[in-house]
């Protein structure tokens, strides 16, 4: 049974740092890999997409990678704002048939 | 495109009563899915439909049944509603293939079952 975990669970930086966010996976026979944020109260908002081919994706000042063969990926977050603050969420699609989400990090970025 | 929408967005019951989550998708997705996220326990699948006509059940399904009334819109029913069932629920689409396809979730249900 997949199972997805994210560390850490919660994670506090000041303004301008460079950060990382970890998943792992404990099958690695995926198709993709999807990394959300949800603000509190919200609904989740997708981030990036990383088909089980590709090491990684970009948008903006995130960069998603991912190991298929290690069950890693990592979600890297450039110059981090207050605006960054949220939790996120990552899931897999496998062998199944929906994501399997991990419990998320939620991210406090101070001004 | 409004994308994913649900509704109601709040919803208090009290035990036993019954309602229905309603959920419709503009995306021309064939494959919607029903999420439960709790506290501490990250978002678990209740139901999904691959197709119109089809749902099967995911790791939470008891105390649920679902209805894929046609490709747009797929509804969520609690029978008799119950404190454990105290969730925020969402809806999902995505289309069908295990490619590059992203799941795209609508706003959710703020559930309280008191």
């Known amino acids: 049974k997949q199972e997805v975990t994210q560390i850490p669970a919660a994670l506090s930086v000041p303004e301008g740092e460079n950060l990382v966010l970890n998943c792992s996976f404990t099958?690695?026979?995926?198709?993709?890999l999807q990394w959300f944020r949800q603000d509190p109260g919200k609904g989740l908002t997708s981030l990036l997409l990383?088909?089980?081919?590709?090491r990684e994706q970009t948008s903006g000042r995130l960069n998603a990678s991912l190991d298929k063969s290690s069950g890693r990926s990592t979600l890297y977050i450039a110059a981090s704002q207050p605006g960054d603050s949220a939790t996120y969420l990552c899931?897999?699609?496998?062998?199944?048939?929906?994501?399997?989400f991990g419990k998320g990090t939620t991210l406090s970025v101070s001004s | 495109n409004a994308g994913v929408t649900q509704t109601p967005k709040f919803q208090v019951l009290k035990t036993g009563q019954s309602m229905t989550l309603q959920c419709a998708q503009d995306?021309?997705?064939?494959?919607m899915y029903w999420y439960r996220q709790d506290p501490g326990m990250g978002l678990r699948l209740i139901y999904y439909?691959?197709?119109?006509?089809?749902?099967d059940k995911g790791e939470v399904p008891n105390g649920y049944n679902v209805s894929r009334l046609n490709k747009r819109e797929f509804s969520l029913r609690l029978e008799s509603a119950a404190p454990s069932q105290t969730s925020v629920y969402f809806c999902?689409?995505?289309?069908?293939?295990?490619?590059?396809?992203?799941?795209?979730f609508g706003p959710g249900t703020r559930l309280t079952v008191t």
């Open positions: 990383i088909q089980s081919s590709q």
């Open positions: 439909s691959a197709s119109e006509g089809t749902t």
């Open positions: 899931a897999v699609f496998g062998a199944g048939t929906a994501l399997i």
């Open positions: 995306m021309n997705h064939n494959s």
């Open positions: 099958d690695s026979a995926i198709y993709n």
């Open positions: 999902a689409s995505r289309p069908t293939g295990t490619g590059s396809y992203e799941q795209y």
